[in-house]
C-alpha cells in the first residue's frame, strides 16, 4: 500500500530551525510533484512549499526565504528546511504527492498524516 509517512515536527523557539521529511513507502512506479501545506487554526489549509518532478520549487509568500523544499528522488523522501521560524507558523504540516502506484500505474494524489509544528514565542 502506498503512503506518505512523516517524520520531525515538534516545539521549538521562535528565530531557530527545524526540519520535516517525508518518505513515499509502498510500491511507487513514479514520483510526481511533492509538496507541504499547513494547517493553521481558524484559518485554511495554505501552501508552504511544492516542488515539481522537473525540480522547480515555489513557496507560499509568508514562508518566502525562510523555508526551502527539496527531494531524494532514490529513496523517495521531501524534505522541508524551516528556518528563522516565527509563531505563526504553528500549526499541523501536511506533505502531499503525487505518486503512481506500480498496481495501477495512474498518478495519485496522496497526504501524510500531518505533523505537529509549534513554535514559541
Known amino acids: 500500500q502506498v503512503q506518505l509517512v512523516e517524520s520531525g515536527g515538534g516545539l521549538v523557539q521562535a528565530g531557530r530551525s527545524l526540519g520535516l521529511s517525508c518518505a513515499a513507502s509502498?510500491?511507487?512506479?513514479?514520483?510526481?510533484?511533492m509538496g507541504w501545506y499547513r494547517q493553521i487554526p481558524r484559518k485554511q489549509r495554505e501552501l508552504v512549499a511544492h516542488?515539481?518532478?522537473?525540480?522547480?520549487?515555489n513557496y507560499g509568500d509568508s514562508v518566502k526565504g525562510r523555508f526551502t523544499i527539496s527531494v531524494d528522488k532514490v529513496q523517495k523522501i521531501a524534505y522541508l528546511e524551516m528556518n528563522e521560524l516565527k509563531p505563526e507558523d504553528t500549526g499541523v504540516y501536511y506533505c502531499?504527492?503525487?505518486?503512481?502506484?506500480?498496481?495501477?500505474?495512474?498518478?495519485?494524489?496522496?497526504w501524510g498524516q500531518g505533523t505537529q509544528v509549534t513554535v514559541s514565542s
Open positions: 502531499h504527492a503525487v505518486l503512481t502506484p506500480l498496481d495501477s500505474e495512474i498518478p495519485k494524489d496522496y
Open positions: 509502498g510500491s511507487v512506479l513514479r514520483l510526481g510533484a
Open positions: 516542488i515539481t518532478s522537473s525540480g522547480l520549487s
